[in-house]
């Protein structure tokens, strides 16, 4: 694959070299043409990972093509090409990934792997980029941020990496009145008036911590999370919390059946379809089933919560809440 790559790159420079010797062109629009098509052909053949043949490389090998000398990898001068963030993300989850790192318990072991790389700017957006993902995807995860401050090589980095913490403490959301929201109260479907979604909330569960599992009844991963919510009742009984289950952009029909025939536990609210996407845009929800923790003052602390499949990280997620207020 290499000379593959090579012989691509060559045919590129032939018809730079063919425009410089009829054009002045200053040296660094040269030096930054030769490093921006690097990583764009970088970018091109990324399925080669995934997808290249075993009878002929191994996996390890394959990842180890993207820090080839061809491709002057921890050259910061890099920097001047965009493709060359995308050439680094890359490599960084498919070194995590090989390591088989469980992200979820713990970001150091992924750091550690991270800190083998060549020190410079380069491993310092390496660490950044899987450190400020980590913490925005798993927030409890948080509090092993102080002890990385010397991981990166400059400091403007574990700044930049505190406030991506910061910002995943203080999640904004947008104020989302909503209209014709239902309840299901017992078997009866009530109609509630206009409202705004965090207060109404808020005041019907004063002084609880509010887990808000947003789903739609044709979400397959969303139903096979419901299977794991009467444990996690359970499991937080007596404490206080509530449980609220919130359908979107599905049938009125279709959420009644469900809820009808799988017994669903918890309090269970429905928005039209109009009222799914003002919510979804202004909790910056993409995708289903997503999971929001409201603190016992009614601020939305993220929108990233653990699944009900994982009730040990939950917890800590929960206590957090529970334990400083």
């Avoid at 629009?29 to 052909?41: L, P, Q, T």
């Avoid at 713990?106 to 380069?122: C, D, M, R, W, Y």
């Avoid at 029909?253 to 003002?278: A, C, T």
């Amino acid at each position: 694959m290499l000379e593959t790559v090579k012989k691509d790159y060559n045919r590129y420079l032939a018809f730079m070299n063919g425009y410089t010797s009829q054009h002045v062109t200053d040296p660094i629009v040269i030096d930054f043409f030769k490093r921006d098509i690097k990583y764009g052909i970088s970018n091109w053949i990324t399925d080669y990972v995934e997808e290249g043949s075993d009878s002929s490389s191994t996996r390890a090998g394959r990842i180890a093509l993207f820090s080839d000398p061809f491709f002057e990898y921890a050259n910061d001068s890099n920097f001047v090409s965009m493709m060359y963030p995308y050439h680094l993300d890359y490599y960084r989850s498919w070194k995590i990934e090989a390591d088989k790192i469980k992200k979820e318990e713990s970001l150091i072991p992924g750091a550690q792997v991270l800190l083998k790389e060549p020190a410079g700017i380069s491993r310092d957006y390496l660490l950044f980029s899987y450190l400020s993902a980590g913490i925005t995807k798993i927030p409890v995860l948080q509090a092993e941020i102080p002890s990385m401050k010397n991981y990166f090589t400059d400091p403007v980095f574990y700044h930049y990496l505190e406030l991506a913490a910061d910002r995943a403490r203080h999640v904004k959301v947008r104020k989302t009145v909503v209209s014709a929201m239902q309840y299901m109260s017992g078997t009866k479907v009530l109609s509630l008036p206009d409202t705004d979604l965090l207060n109404f909330l808020s005041n019907k569960y004063p002084g609880k911590v509010i887990y808000l599992d947003v789903y739609a009844t044709w979400c397959a991963p969303c139903l096979k999370e419901m299977t794991f919510a009467p444990a996690l009742h359970d499991k937080f009984a007596g404490r206080q919390i509530v449980f609220v289950n919130l359908c979107l952009q599905s049938p009125e029909k279709d959420w009644i059946k469900l809820l009808q025939q799988k017994k669903v536990p918890g309090e269970n609210y429905f928005l039209n379809d109009d009222n799914s996407k003002l919510l979804m845009g202004n909790f910056n929800i993409s995708g289903f089933p997503t999971y929001i923790l409201i603190d016992r003052r009614g601020n939305v602390k993220t929108v990233n919560a653990s699944r009900p499949s994982q009730p040990e990280r939950l917890e800590k997620e929960i206590d957090l809440l529970t334990v400083k207020q």
